[in-house]
């Protein structure tokens, strides 16, 4: 039996009835296609805006409108769907948790947590938000949007630890609704994105405000400012006639599995071109993964050399392959696109 406080889930629910944002994985009639939505949406959010999202989502789910057609897809057409999202392991591991779903649950999610978790790319956060909003369970899904609704309902001012989180979870229970838990999950992330945000929060227009310890409290809550790393590297660009050498398999680690041209640190190509293979081109390219900030200097190399587990692909064929933002803006630099 859970211990909820009614009018929080009333108060928070009504608000979210009359003020969430149309999104297409919200108005869906058909259970089924509520869940494949739903997995899609939720692979997709993994470190990624709403915003963003929205129209990958609306170009991916016509291309494969049911989790069978996407289970039964190949690789590359879903990389090609998901080209320009970023965190291109996130497209890897829908494919193989809709292949597991297709094969083990009958096309069906998982009504059960622990199953959820098990599928490749589903943590707590993804299996708490699929119980919620597919199964109706009561569970809330603890992003940064309601991580942050909750210090500043309860005036706590901590860190993100397993042991504060364990804290927030037995506290957000008193949030719980009798009946409408993918409702209540989802208005207190929209409540976060809209109402509570980490600067200038709406405290006027939030339903929560009678209940809230925040403008009660002296903790100011200030949102702190992640370093990004600045990372200076050489893409390597082997050209022949209308060829370019590219790779999947990057020494850097960036884009590991995409399309991208050999790229390494500034310090380790100065070793390797010791002889002046290569000349440095004045053009320089700023790039931005994850939370490093990247320089790219372009380097083309002045005659042919192989390489291993690398290819040559014709300029002709370079749309036919799922390419990623930074291989876009390299091509662009060399004239390939």
């Not at 490749?120 to 708490?128: C, H, I, Q």
């Not at 364990?166 to 008193?174: A, F, N």
């Amino acid at each position: 039996m859970h211990n909820y406080n009614s009018n929080l889930s009333k108060n928070i629910l009504y608000w979210y009835d009359n003020n969430k944002r149309r999104l297409p994985w919200r108005f869906i009639s058909s259970k089924k296609k509520l869940e494949f939505y739903t997995l899609v949406s939720e692979f997709m959010l993994q470190q990624t805006q709403i915003k963003t999202v929205l129209p990958y989502f609306l170009r991916f789910v016509k291309r494969f409108p049911s989790i069978k057609k996407l289970a039964r897809a190949n690789i590359r057409s879903i990389l090609k769907k998901w080209e320009g999202l970023g965190y291109y392991s996130r497209a890897k591991n829908l494919h193989l948790a809709s292949k597991i779903i297709c094969k083990n649950y009958s096309e069906r999610i998982p009504k059960k947590i622990d199953d959820l978790k098990l599928l490749p790319g589903v943590g707590d956060y993804t299996a708490s938000i699929i119980m919620a909003v597919v199964n109706n369970k009561p569970y809330i899904a603890f992003d940064g949007n309601v991580k942050r609704v909750l210090k500043r309902f309860f005036a706590l001012n901590i860190d993100d630890s397993s042991k504060n989180l364990k804290l927030l979870k037995h506290k957000s229970k008193v949030f719980l609704s009798k009946n409408r838990h993918g409702d209540l999950a989802q208005a207190l992330m929209e409540l976060g994105a809209l109402v509570c945000k980490p600067t200038n929060p709406k405290c006027n227009k939030c339903p929560l405000q009678k209940f809230c310890s925040f403008k009660k409290s002296n903790i100011s809550f200030t949102k702190k400012i992640k370093k990004n790393n600045k990372l200076i590297y050489v893409a390597l660009c082997n050209l022949r006639k209308n060829k370019v050498l590219v790779t999947n398999k990057n020494p850097s680690g960036f884009l590991n599995g995409m399309l991208t041209v050999p790229m390494i640190e500034l310090k380790n190509f100065k070793k390797i071109n010791r002889k002046n293979n290569y000349e440095v081109l004045k053009k320089e390219l700023s790039h931005n993964i994850s939370n490093s900030n990247l320089k790219i200097k372009i380097a083309i190399l002045k005659k042919n050399i192989n390489l291993p587990n690398h290819f040559w692909i014709d300029k002709n064929k370079i749309k036919k392959y799922p390419i990623p933002v930074l291989t876009k803006k390299i091509f662009k630099a060399i004239n390939l696109s």
